[in-house]
């Protein structure tokens, strides 16, 4: 069993930038991919970047490649996800998850054992 609990949500202007957490507890947070998700009021969750178990190997939605940065911080048990450009289509609440294997369908909710309560992020325009 891991806990998530995600923090570093707010308001911010567009063009800004904003870092969420994901701190774990309960295991080594090393043993598991993280996820981050999101959702838009109205819309369906969807998939916005994932890092492996051993922080290697990184993906994004191609909605935020090239502004969101996902790393991992093992000495702290915490993942982030760093948010630059921030726009208002970004606005959301941002869930981590945690998977107990590395896969290729990272980008699927159900690959998923574990997620957190989420952070809303709100950019204005």
């Known amino acids: 069993q891991v806990q998530l609990v995600e923090s570093g949500g707010g308001l911010v202007q567009a063009g800004g930038s904003l870092r969420l957490s994901c701190a774990a507890s309960?295991?080594?947070?090393?043993?598991?991919?993280v996820g981050w998700f999101r959702q838009a009021p109205g819309k369906e969750r969807e998939f916005v970047a994932v890092?492996?178990?051993?922080?290697?190997?990184?993906y994004y939605a191609d909605s935020v490649k090239g502004r969101f940065t996902v790393s991992r911080d093992k000495a702290k048990n915490t993942v982030y996800l760093q948010m630059n450009s921030l726009k208002p289509e970004d606005t959301a609440d941002y869930y981590c998850?945690?998977?107990?294997?590395?896969?290729?369908?990272?980008?699927?909710?159900?690959?998923?054992?574990?997620w957190g309560q989420g952070t809303q992020v709100t950019v204005s325009s």
């Open positions: 998850a945690a998977a107990t294997r590395d896969s290729v369908w990272f980008f699927r909710q159900d690959e998923y054992d574990y």
């Open positions: 890092i492996s178990r051993s922080g290697s190997n990184t």
């Open positions: 309960g295991r080594t947070f090393s043993n598991y991919a």
